[in-house]
């Protein structure tokens, strides 16, 4: 029986286009804001997924990567997110991700963590800087779902992105745990 060829991987129909690759996050106005031929595919692929960014950078770089604190403390009530309840009490923590040997900063994260839905181990290891938090929650095996809520470059387009990132929820328990924007130095990618 002869065999039916399959199209060429460049014909129309193999392609997925942005709206393609949002279209069940829901944000499709987002990622019309980055210059998705630009960036290099590694970044692509970090920013449309919603993988933990800690082992992906491993596995590509093929080097440990370092969850380096930045800064964590308890947010004042004027400094809310409107992802959360006003009456939740919510911790920052800003993280840098680096190559244990090359030393290259790959991400910086900031987190709003809903602190009062904060299993109590989890809260107790991010407090010792053991792991990221993608880490901790794998170590936990706790079940939780993630949420790409934004994209974008800095700067703005149509000017060619030195800088590219993502936001998203990270859902614990069918709510907000916490709120996370992950930004990309694309000079680390090069």
């Known amino acids: 029986m002869p065999q039916s060829e399959s199209p060429p991987l460049s014909h129309p129909n ?33 920013l449309s997924t919603d993988g933990t960014v800690t082992k992906s950078l491993e596995s590509y770089f093929w080097e440990p ?6 800064a964590q403390r308890v947010l004042d009530t004027h400094e809310r997110l409107k992802d959360f309840d006003v009456a939740d009490a919510l911790w920052l923590r800003e993280v840098d991700l680096v190559g244990v040997h090359s030393q290259r900063c790959f991400a910086r994260a900031i987190s709003y963590v809903r602190f009062t839905l904060l299993p109590d181990d989890l809260r107790q290891q991010l407090e010792r800087d053991e792991l990221g938090i993608g880490g901790i929650i794998r170590a936990l095996e706790l079940e939780t779902y993630r949420k790409i809520v934004a994209v974008g470059q800095q700067p703005a387009m149509p000017v060619e992105p030195k800088f590219v990132w993502r936001s998203y929820h990270l859902y614990y328990r069918n709510q907000v745990l916490m709120h996370i924007t992950e930004t990309f130095d694309l000079s680390a990618f090069t």
């Open 65 to 70: 990567v370092a969850v380096l604190r930045r």
């Open 14 to 46: 193999h392609l997925v286009g942005v709206d393609e690759l949002f279209k069940t996050s829901g944000c499709l106005a987002a990622s019309q804001t980055v210059m998705w031929t630009q960036l290099p595919p590694f970044i692509r692929v970090l």
